[in-house]
């Protein structure tokens, strides 16, 4: 039988996990608990689900429209690599090499795949459109949750691309070539909640609460004041020295596991490209002295709360990425940034207006009806919302020793192959067959 907790209960597990611990732990421990426990996280035991009828929606579960549009910009890259590989893609494709056992040449890796949708639509557009790169192509997929990989692998059963799932550390030991895909992933790494006092930073704790006459629960304590050590971090963020702007309880959040996660997919990757797509802000403006309570929110079906000790365990939590934060610690690990662009303008770039255009063309004398293209066409223009998905960042890097055209001039290589038939009122004569995000829209 199962006990269905009020919305200040305590779970059984957590309050034995507090009390083991001393009867508190900082944020980012309680975070990585209820995100990452494989029996009672919210993703550790696959008990969220994404999708419009799951606790939240990402980009992929609005349609195919995403992953087609993300696709060349994905083939691009992957042809790059296979013309810096030496790769005679036609010979690769070949049956002889077909014949042979072992990993294909060329992998595009998904970091947290959710339901697997993304990677199977994107291996879907991928044979589609560039069959020969395709077949040097495989899936490796990186989810550290047993609960969400299960799903994964059910949903991936129609992948035409060949799949495996590797853990980050399994694939740091036989690096690939390839593109990582971190997609709606960074800001499920657990975050450090830091809080001003008025005189210190204090590391933020999660304790149990056991006023008298009331049931227990948790609270948020101030712990620790945070050492000297971390005033370089704190400095290049603008958190220090002091601000009187930011006035005692003014509290936000840090990110000390991008650092380690980065350095973990760039030991994973001989050589390629990083494309993380997610909510961010500039250091900026995520520190900003107005921004009294940092970003931290809380997803279960379809709604969002403030609070992040609610039905531990039951919640998807996500803090917004630091773009300052993100880019020195991909830097630190070994990533130079190609670019970084808002979703909205990539998708652009990438020809989202000409696909929104091409819902009105006759495909073969045929048009959509009229339900389906509505429902294409708010779905399309969901995505790039700056209220919503479009206010999305996207940060491309490299892993390479050759010099990569600068943010504005990227284009395809010469021996790039052909892609897909164009969308219908797609090309503009005299266009690119090949647009990618980093030309300027
Ligand atoms: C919000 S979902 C993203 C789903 C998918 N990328 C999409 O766009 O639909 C987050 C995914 O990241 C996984 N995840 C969480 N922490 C991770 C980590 N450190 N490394 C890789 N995957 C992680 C979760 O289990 C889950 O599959």
Redesign the pocket.
Known sequence: MTTRLNETDVPEWLRQRLLAAGGSVPFRTYMGWAL?DPEHGA?GSGRLQ?GRRGDFV????LGPDFAALLAPQLAGWLAELAVEMGLDLEEAAGPKQAAKAGPRPLALV??????G??ALQLAQALAQGWPELAACCELVL????GG?ATRQRQRLQASPLPCRWLRAEALAQSPCTGVVLA???LD??AVERIRWDGRHWRQQRVTLSQEAGKPESLELIDGDSLGPQTEPVLESLGLWPPDPRRGPGWATELHPELAP?LASCAAGISRGRLLVIDYALSAERYYAPQRLDGTLIAYRQQEASGDPLRQPGSWDLTAHLCSDSLVQAARQGGWRLLGQRSQGEALLALGLAQRLHGLQTPVAGERLDLATALARRESLLRLVDPAGLGAFHWFAFTRDSTPTAPSGQGRPPSSLPPGPAPYPGSQPSGESPLPLFLRDP
């Open positions: 990452h993703y994404i990402t980009s992929p579960s998904e970091t947290g795949p959710g339901e949708e993304l990186v989810e550290p949750n969400m997609h709606e992933v499920a790494l996660w």
